[in-house]
């Protein structure tokens, strides 16, 4: 049915349901009130069904008219957004992926710090755990949870992955807990608060427990088990229980005191976040800004 029907029938269909009037939908799109009329009805005789109720100048969608409006919008809106980047004179768009815990903990108020140092630069933030997006070379930036080596991104370390049992002030004193003397056995019997591992080579509890020195006897059983990392994180901090704290993704809260580090045991697991720049292409000034800003505070 598109095929015989033109996007300018929909564009005026749209003009008309906002404004309610055919002479102001008219000079919005610089054409007659005539004009729109007679493609508001070749709509209508193309879909079979009327979109609007006419009583004398006054205009009411019917339903069929405003679960078409509501479709109409959506699509150009989505067209418009999707043109953006190719709009000559605006904001250079730049776009940077990450995972959905460095976005949450870590990214995203360097983003709006750098947002208020560039009001030239758009960014688009795409979130996912999915490591075939994060790597995609559609983004002009992106940060892997990785060993240091990509074919396709030249990367630089932003924090090694360390990590311990957190949880908050709140909780310990609740539970009367002295943080720096707690054993492994001690804290494998407490409230543990764990995380999906969407990718293999992520640790939860399980896996911490075993790496340390002197592991438990008891097998940890956890009390909650959220599937972002984010969600555990936060949870701990509304004193909900003990969770992994990656040190580099919470170390403002680390500084803040809002969660503390439990007994003397860590993991250094080996990987890494890394920011990745594309090996293959230049970045654009923002782009590059970007990078800049992101490594600055390193």
Sequence with gaps: ?????????????????????????????????AAVSRRIQGLEDQLGARLFTRRGRNLALTPEGERLSQRVRATLEYLEESLEPFRGGGR??????ASGSVSHLWLGKRLKDFDNESPSVSVRLLTTDSPSELASEANDLVILYAT???????????????LVPVASPAYLARRSLDRPTLSAEQIAGLDLIDYERFNAHWISFRQWFTRIQRPPKVRPSPRF???????????ALRGEGITLGSTGLIAEELAAGTL?????DRVETGYGYYLGMPRYRSL???AARLHQHLLSGL
């Design 284 to 286: 654009s000034p923002g």
């Design 1 to 33: 049915m598109l095929d015989r029907i033109p996007l300018e029938a929909f564009r005026v269909f749209d003009a008309a349901c906002r404004f309610m009037n055919f002479s102001r939908a008219g000079r919005e799109l610089h054409i007659t009130q």
């Design 225 to 235: 088990s959220f599937s972002t990392y984010s969600m555990a994180v936060d949870a």
């Design 92 to 97: 250079e768009i730049i776009s940077i992926a």
């Design 260 to 264: 503390v580090e439990l007994g003397s």
């Design 148 to 162: 240091g080596e990509h074919p396709r991104w030249n990367l630089t370390l932003l924090m090694k992955e360390i």
